[in-house]
């Protein structure tokens, strides 16, 4: 049995993967910032945690942790002549120094594993480029950067890769899918001519988190429906 700290499993892609994870027997504190999830699952432990506020504590974690998984992000679509300065620094505080703060606090506590792995999430756009968003690029671009930094200095006790999605069906993207037109548009840009869920990246994740990927670190994992490598 392992340990998991999921951080924004409130919602999304991070509910899903905590779920997954306590179904298939692990133990997993979970964070969320404004809502807490109701949930009757005896392996998952909620707490509370602002990864924006300027001194965070993870006290309630166990002093050994098995792996780490940064979930929260943003998608902000607009023309670059209308994001401000200070929009891109709100980005990168909420998806860099947010996990950047989490983990320097949590490292102690994966060192003392045997087989520690952190996931990070990226973007399809920031290899694929994609008008308007240069905003969730630029955040994300740091991100991949970050990942293959922290791979090759924490090799080889702690493995660290990145999943980039595609459009998933997440509340985060719920003004691209608010209706039947859209949904459809966004499907049929893919090769696979569907929208990502919640469950595909928690299972790309679960993989990343466990043994069978222990030959895995400082990758960039797209899970994207075909987007960044195919055109149909």
């Known amino acids: 049995m392992s340990h998991y700290l999921i951080v924004g499993a409130s919602s ?14 692990d133990q997993v504190t979970a964070t969320f910032n404004q809502h807490k999830p109701t949930t009757s699952h005896s392996n998952i432990q909620y707490h509370h945690l602002n990864v924006l506020d300027d001194a965070i504590s993870l006290d309630f974690l166990p002093d050994e942790l098995d792996g780490l998984v940064y979930c929260p992000g943003s998608i902000n679509l607009k023309s670059f002549e209308r994001i401000k300065p200070a929009d891109f620094e709100s980005d990168y505080k909420l998806q860099v120094v947010g996990a950047i703060k989490v983990l320097q606090l949590a490292l102690p506590r994966l060192k003392k594993s045997k087989a520690a792995s952190i996931v990070l999430f990226s973007t399809v756009a920031v290899q694929l480029g994609l008008p308007f968003h240069s905003q969730v690029a630029t955040s994300k671009g740091a991100i991949e950067g970050l990942t293959r930094a922290l791979a090759a200095e924490y090799a080889p006790t702690i493995r660290v890769n990145c999943i980039a999605p595609s459009l998933t069906d997440t509340p985060l993207a719920m003004s691209l899918l608010n209706n039947d037109q859209k949904r459809e548009a966004n499907a049929l840009r893919h090769p696979l001519k569907r929208i990502g869920t919640p469950q595909d990246l928690a299972n790309m994740a679960t993989f990343l988190l466990s043994d069978k990927a222990s030959w895995i670190t400082g990758q960039i994992l797209n899970v994207d429906g075909g987007m960044s490598s195919l055109k149909t």
């Open 12 to 25: 999304g892609i991070g509910q899903k993967l905590a779920t997954q994870l306590a179904d298939n027997g």
